[in-house]
């Protein structure tokens, strides 16, 4: 099964909720923030949903808007498409094994292996409440990251 992240009951009436985005809301953030949010930006989507959302904690637009609840991984831990930017604008709160599982990649989107990670899929998406969601099929054998942009 997949490690979960910031599947907070105010984002979705699904299962699989890790409680209120409110109790997770921290006034600074780890001193690799932006290296995580990075690392969360450059997941893989496994579902992507056509929505918009905000904020849920201010109400405001932002740009991680369209497609919010889309689920992405890094075939370790799920997280919705949103997820980012609630740890870079509210800072919540990491699991310490993930926080030790990304510094031990150096931040960087390892590749995929679908045969490996399908499983885990099959697994964890009736937990987060998509049961009904078209099972793990792809032609692909293997999910490559994006090359990753940095800000110049």
């Known amino acids: 099964m997949l490690g979960l ?7 979705d009436n699904r299962s699989g909720q890790s409680g209120s985005i409110h109790d997770a809301v921290r006034p ?13 930006e450059a997941g893989h989507v496994v579902l992507d949903v056509m929505e918009s959302g905000r904020d849920v ?6 740009r991680h808007a369209p497609g919010c609840s889309s689920l992405v991984t890094d075939g370790t831990w799920l997280w919705r498409k949103d ?3 609630y740890l870079e604008t509210h800072h919540v709160s990491l699991p310490e094994t993930f926080l030790n599982h990304v510094r031990s990649l150096n931040y960087q989107m390892p590749a995929i292996a679908v045969a490996q990670f399908a499983p885990d899929y099959d697994e964890t998406m009736p937990v987060v409440g998509w049961a009904s969601a078209v099972p793990w099929q792809s032609t692909v054998t293997t999910l490559v990251p994006e090359p990753r942009v940095r800000d110049q």
């Open 28 to 40: 600074v953030g780890e001193p690799d923030e932006a290296d995580l949010v990075a690392y969360l």
């Open 83 to 85: 997820f980012p930017h």
């Open 5 to 11: 992240l910031g599947f907070y009951v105010e984002l």
């Open 57 to 62: 904690i201010t109400g405001s637009d932002h």
